[in-house]
C-alpha cells in the first residue's frame, strides 16, 4: 500500500483529487441513471390516465362495490393451463345466466404483456378464448347483462407453467 501515500515523488495534488470526486459522483450518478431507466421502462406507474378525473367518480365506485357485496355474488377465477375460467352465482348457489364476461389481464409490474380477453359460455361457466403465458397476472373481470354492470373484481392470479402443479 505504499503507492497510496503520497511523497515527495508521487504528491497527491489538487488534479488528483479532482479526479476522485469526479469519478465518485460519475459513478453515483451513472447507476442512479441506470436504474431510473430501468424503472421506468418495466413500470409507467399509470393506473389512468387522468386521475382528477377518475377520483370524481370514487363515491360511485364504492357504493356499486358494496350493492355487489351485498347481493352475496359467488364467484370464482381459476387457471387451468393457462386458460381461464370464470365462474359466478347467486348467493342461493344458482349459476348466473345470460352474462357477457371480458377480463383485462396485465402483469403487476409492467404494462407490456396487457391483454384483454374474452370469455365464451361453457358447462362449467365462463372460459376465455386466449392463453395466458405462465406467471403472476392482475385480472379485472367484469361481468355484464346488456349495458348494466353486474359484477367487477379484480383479482391476483397465479399461471402455472404447462406440465407443473399449480
Known amino acids: 500500500m505504499r503507492f497510496l501515500r503520497p511523497s515527495d515523488k508521487n504528491p497527491l495534488t489538487g ?12 459513478v453515483t450518478i451513472g447507476v442512479n441513471l441506470v436504474m431510473a431507466f430501468a424503472a421506468t421502462s418495466t413500470f409507467p406507474g399509470l393506473v389512468v390516465e387522468n386521475s382528477y378525473v377518475s377520483s ?32 359466478l352465482a347467486t348467493s342461493a348457489g344458482t349459476p348466473a345466466a345470460g352474462l357477457s364476461i371480458a377480463a383485462h389481464a396485465g402483469r403487476p409490474s409492467t404494462s407490456r404483456e396487457d391483454r384483454d380477453l374474452t370469455f365464451v359460455l361453457v358447462t362449467r361457466g365462463y372460459q376465455a378464448t386466449e392463453l395466458l403465458p405462465a406467471g403472476l397476472w392482475e385480472v379485472d373481470v367484469e361481468a355484464r347483462r346488456g349495458t348494466e354492470l353486474v359484477f367487477r373484481r379484480t383479482q391476483k392470479i397465479f399461471v402455472a407453467a404447462p406440465g407443473t402443479a399449480p
Open 15 to 26: 488534479w488528483h483529487m479532482l479526479a476522485v470526486v469526479l469519478a465518485f459522483f460519475g
Open 56 to 87: 370524481q367518480n370514487y363515491n360511485e365506485l364504492l357504493t356499486a362495490a358494496r350493492e355487489q357485496d351485498a347481493a352475496g355474488w359467488r364467484h370464482e377465477l381459476s387457471a387451468e393451463g393457462g386458460i381461464l375460467h370464470f365462474r
